[in-house]
């Protein structure tokens, strides 16, 4: 095992009803002046937005309002975000949505103290010192980043994707009522259950061996996620699978099952060029990329992927061919994120083969090599993205 | 599932020689006079308190030293503590040690700023308002404390063992180094993977349905434990089974495997009696407590003592009789211990048959009944004993 720092102070507050104290939370957390930053109508028609206003005005505390969030948040709304906070004193952010908000929150909470341009943090060109604190409720089981130090975000004018990491932007608090994931429709649903599966399998995927422990909380995991997600896109308004699926993202993403073992992390960057250009749903993306890098890796290691098979898929162990085993489980994750309702080819997507070149391009590999468990290649990415096209069931 | 909040601020420092730093993570968490608190000669004559003691002076910390804590750390260690502490201006406990030395600091923690008694907190007369921080060295896998809210202590007049929990308690940092606990002999080994087996154990019977997601945590650490204690039984020195050994502990009680279900806690308290009369080792007590318990309240859900024999001992579920797989996991389990090099029955762990009465008498339950899975008289209790008595392979 690899020597690792863990570090996971979020507060998580689960349960039903459990948004209404989000007022006591800002407080707990020295919120005084709040910005509650949000999506699409959805939060605002099904009256979250007005419990939410209400919670804070019992406790005293002011707000301004800031929606209009898209799935792969841009930069363009951070910048009005960041103005909007200075101009209004904010000291604390509220993010009620899904990934993409609280995504779009973070990069908010770093830009307001910061005097540069915030997109200096998410090119790599600065460090972060110090960042406004953020809260969050959760509508999508999906993306994690109610418990992680992560954010991704779209530079509008280039299409280009990418993320910042720090311990400054884990949420102080996460409210987290599986009830308010009920309504939504199951496509979305899919969408998240890959994005949760596929934060698992960028972990499980290491060269660090002997890592028992955070091996078997990874299949923990998507034992979980193969049991539950069939069950609410079946019966959408179940709440105990809701709600272990929103545990199961949590955990899925705070690190606690990825610690001190290498991990991978190309099929998110292979993937981000994909909705980066085409604006399609991250989680879709993951559906149609992550077997097919598995499929391209699968000879770096036959027996973890055959420990997958066994372990995850249930699939029977060839002793005799481990090689048929991995493939089989391979096929097992595609065919289950197929039955979901996912694409699990670019065309089924809604991506052109003809941008394949330009997609390698985007991704910036130029004649170098990615990290993770294999180091790509554009030759290799170029060839992930071919097999991605010519996949089916 | 139920709601929850899961809250665990302590950051965790992982690995070979993460010792040395102690001093850094001291200043980071705001201590600048520090109680150095650890338990019986090893840890000086293994170099470690000397390798504290010139971290903390490279960071111009300074110290004083107070040794001496056994297993099942006592209150009067913990008075002289408070005194010394009070005396000297401590504002940070530094524990070096295992479960005993961290529950004995949390004790001299809570006690230090309250003017009462510091018994009043164990014996429920008081509720902890605020406690002194407290950082961790960890020297033994087992209690969990490094992670955890709680610390149980016994009186030493009356050879009461109480316990408290509170986020105050949380240490602020805690430093995993697998690397020392290569050195432990093997019944102190065997006894420390009873115990985290027993906490996740104590949270897998639960009476709420529908939690896969904590179910399969839960089976994820015990199938760690079953993989790797055999390992460093017969290789002490085997670093990587060491790790998986100390994260598993830490996961096993930091309660991220065990919210938002209804969780048990009776074999803790059946077998406190024991390490408090006898002053025998905790994890010795559960061996022979827990299998007992299990016997005992099967019958309550034997669909749940299936699936633990068949998804943790690799039972072969039996259909037309479930009993008999449950029945079947139970004896995996002593089995388990036994080959671990763990007492099965009250005889091999030094316990008198005869004394029965007394230990339930100090359980404190008189006419009335625990919580838990299955709720138990004192006429039950005296069951599980009895069970506990007469139990072999």
Known sequence: M????????????????????????????????????????SAVKSGLIDRVKSSLETEGISYVLLGGVRPNPRDTLIY?????????????????????CIDSSKGIAVGVPYEGDFWDFYSKKAEIQTALPVGTILTIAAAGSEGSGWSVVTQESTKLKRDIGSDLIRPRFSILNPALTCTLPAFQTACGAADIMAHVFE????????????????????????????????????????????????????????????????????????????DCAHGAGLAVIM???????????????????????????????????????????????????????????????????????????????????????????????NIAARAKI
């Not at 009005?80 to 993409?100: A, H, P």
Request: proline share 3%; net charge negative.
């Open 80 to 100: 009005e975000g960041i103005k909007l906070c200075r101009k209004e004193n904010i000291d604390f952010i509220l993010s009620v949505g899904g990934g993409s």
């Open 291 to 385: 077997p097919a890098w598995m499929e391209f890796v699968m000879n770096h290691n036959i027996m973890r992927f055959a420990q997958m098979a066994v372990r995850v898929w249930g699939c029977e162990m060839n002793f005799e061919n481990p090689e048929l085993t991995a493939r089989r489980g391979i096929q097992c994750f595609r065919r289950f994120l197929h039955d979901i309702g996912l694409p699990i080819n670019l065309y089924e997507l809604g991506a052109k083969e003809e941008d394949i070149p330009l997609l390698v391009k985007n991704q910036g590999v130029g004649e170098g090599r990615t990290w993770g468990f294999v180091r790509l290649s554009a030759d290799d990415i170029t060839e992930i993205y």
């Open 203 to 278: 972990r499980y995927f290491t060269n660090t061996p002997e890592v028992e422990i955070t091996d078997r909380l990874c299949e923990a995991v998507l034992l979980t996620m193969i049991k539950e997600t069939p069950r609410v896109i079946a019966q959408p308004d179940n709440y105990d699978a809701r709600a272990n699926i929103m545990w199961a993202g949590t955990v899925a993403h705070n690190d606690i099952i990825g610690v001190g073992r290498s991990q991978d992390w190309n099929s998110h960057g292979i993937e981000h060029e994909l909705s980066g250009l085409y």
């Open 2 to 41: 690899d020597n690792f720092n863990f570090y996971s102070p979020t507060e998580f507050i689960f349960g039903v009803d459990r948004e209404i104290e989000v007022g006591k939370y800002i407080k707990k957390y020295g919120g005084s002046r709040v910005l509650i930053h949000y999506g699409g109508g």
